[in-house]
């Protein structure tokens, strides 16, 4: 039996309790991962939902004990900093991995379905033919991926969030809870489609767009 690997989560909030859950369910259905504890950025930003107990340090922590983790997993739910986090430590710690991990109830095209590195994929989740998920993206509870969806790096799509075929997330994009994306529609890099939205229609990079159809976010409704 090969050995369990050592994972380390970025973070200690909520979101990364719940991937650390994630690495658990995969452990239990095929001994694959050992999760270790989390490390943070900055421990005196430390708040009152974050799992103290648990903290192993921060990124010194790592740089010590390098040597004995061999996964790392970004329990981070905002786009641009999974991205940021993610580039840092893949320079300073290039030989620590990035395995994508998925709950083992989630239904792919296990032949046809590319789930890059540091990708997160959770329970209930189902992506049909020829998805692509680019590297530190992820895919929350009960999301739908149609046939040859593309979801850029960094993206965050949050639960029940409903991706039609076709589909291309750029770099960096996030779409918020029950929003769903119509087939054959892109949306542009670091865009953000909101809570509830069905987009219609392209959405360009930087863009923010709600309801139905969505639309843009008018600058009165911003402020």
Not at 140 to 148: D, I, M, Q, S, V
Request: hydrophobic letters at 45%; a positive charge.
């Amino acid at each position: 039996m090969a050995a369990r690997q050592r994972l380390v989560v970025v973070g200690a909030g909520g979101f990364a309790r719940e991937v650390a859950w994630l690495s658990r369910e995969i452990d239990a259905a095929a001994p694959r991962f050992e999760f270790v504890g989390f490390v943070v950025t900055d421990l005196s930003r430390l708040g009152p939902h974050d799992s103290r107990e648990l903290v192993l340090g921060d990124y010194s922590w790592l740089e010590r004990n390098r040597r004995t983790v061999d996964a790392l997993a970004i329990g981070i739910g905002n786009p641009s900093v999974r991205l940021k986090v993610g580039e840092e430590l893949s320079r300073t710690f290039p030989e620590i991995g990035w395995p994508a991990l998925v709950h083992p109830s989630v239904i792919r095209d296990r032949k046809r379905c590319s789930f890059g590195p540091g990708t997160l994929v959770c329970a209930g989740t189902i992506a049909t033919v020829n998805v692509v998920l680019e590297e530190f993206s992820m895919v929350n509870l009960a999301c739908t991926l149609g046939h040859e969806a593309r979801v850029g790096r960094g993206c965050v799509l949050n639960p029940t969030v409903n991706i039609s075929g076709g589909v291309v997330l750029e770099e960096g994009v996030l779409v918020g809870t029950g929003a769903q994306v119509l087939q054959y529609v892109t949306v542009g890099r670091g865009a953000t489609v909101g809570a509830g939205a069905v987009v219609t229609r392209d959405v360009p990079a930087g863009e923010t767009v709600v309801g139905v159809p969505a639309r843009p976010l008018r600058r009165k409704e911003r402020s």
